[in-house]
Nanobody, 124 residues
Framework: QVQLVESGGGLVQAGGSLRLSCAAS????????MGWYRQAPGKQRELLAV???????TYADSVKGRFTISRDNAKNTVYLQMNSLKPEDTAVYYC??????????????????WGQGTQVTVSS
């Protein structure tokens, strides 16, 4: 019914930049808050940035000033611009969204749609 598909990960040298995208598709009625998380091997999933439909974005201290979250509501897409990347940014990056969608003629809500993840590797 609804899918989140991430793209834009890859291998980059320390100090470099990457831009991740996450596009939602399916029987979408509306998307509320969208966010980006990451999970490094052996570590818990970490919230990086959140962007509501309107209002202020929030960032984890670990990425504040280096990462920027944005969204294109017409495209149901959220982005994560990552600058000044460090080796410790290496992880699988996931997008998350709170989505209202149509199912069987009814409106339903899932506050926790996840993408499949995209690998970001930063070499030193």
């Amino acid at each position: 019914q609804v899918q989140l598909v991430e793209s834009g990960g890859g291998l980059v040298q320390a100090g470099g930049s990457l831009r991740l995208s996450c596009a939602a598709s399916g029987s979408i009625f509306s998307i509320n808050t969208m966010g980006w998380y990451r999970q490094a091997p052996g570590k818990q999933r970490e919230l990086l940035a959140v962007i509501p439909t309107t209002g202020r974005t929030t960032y984890a201290d670990s990425v504040k000033g280096r990462f920027t979250i944005s969204r294109d509501n017409a495209k149901n897409t959220v982005y994560l611009q990552m600058n000044s990347l460090k080796p410790e940014d290496t992880a699988v990056y996931y997008c998350n969204a709170d989505i209202r969608y149509w199912s069987g003629g009814s409106l339903r809500t899932n506050p926790n749609y996840w993408g499949q993840g995209t690998q970001v590797t930063v070499s030193s």
